[in-house]
Structure formats: structure tokens, C-alpha cells
């Protein structure tokens, strides 16, 4: 696995996942990971699926979509 080192966080910033971490039972660290986790983007799979998932969810047929607008979702 990789490291990354980031500098110039804001003290606030840091002391405010301590406290979160803390109350989490769980290392800053462990926190940041979870954190670096849950907000990753989607893949191009993941995303067709949740656009797939949207559209079923909709009612009535759906508009097929632009050339563009498929390019634009798979950025």
C-alpha cells in the first residue's frame, strides 16, 4: 500500500478528526483511511451502475442520452 504525506492541514482541521477518531474508538490514522475510503471516486463500472440504478428507478421511459452526456459521466 501506499503513503501520503500532506502538509499545511489547518491545527482546526487535524483536532477535529482527532475528536472524531476518538470518539470512534479508532487512530487518527484509521480515521483518515476510513475518511480517504468513503470518498474515492467511482469507476467507470460503478458509476454506469448507479446511472442504471437511477434510470430504474425513474417513472416512464427514460430519454436516451447524448453521445456527450455518456462521454460526460464516464470523466
Do not use: H, W
Not at 16 to 23: D, H, I, L, T
Amino acid at each position: 500500500m501506499g503513503q501520503v504525506l500532506i502538509r499545511n492541514v489547518p491545527d482546526e482541521t487535524i483536532e477535529v478528526f482527532r475528536q472524531r477518531a476518538k470518539a470512534n474508538r479508532r487512530s487518527l490514522e484509521q480515521e483518515l483511511r476510513d475518511l480517504l475510503e468513503r470518498n474515492r471516486p467511482y469507476t467507470p463500472e460503478e458509476r454506469l451502475a448507479a446511472i442504471r440504478y437511477q434510470r430504474s428507478l425513474a417513472k416512464g421511459p427514460a430519454e436516451p442520452m447524448s453521445l456527450d452526456e455518456i462521454r460526460e459521466g464516464l470523466e
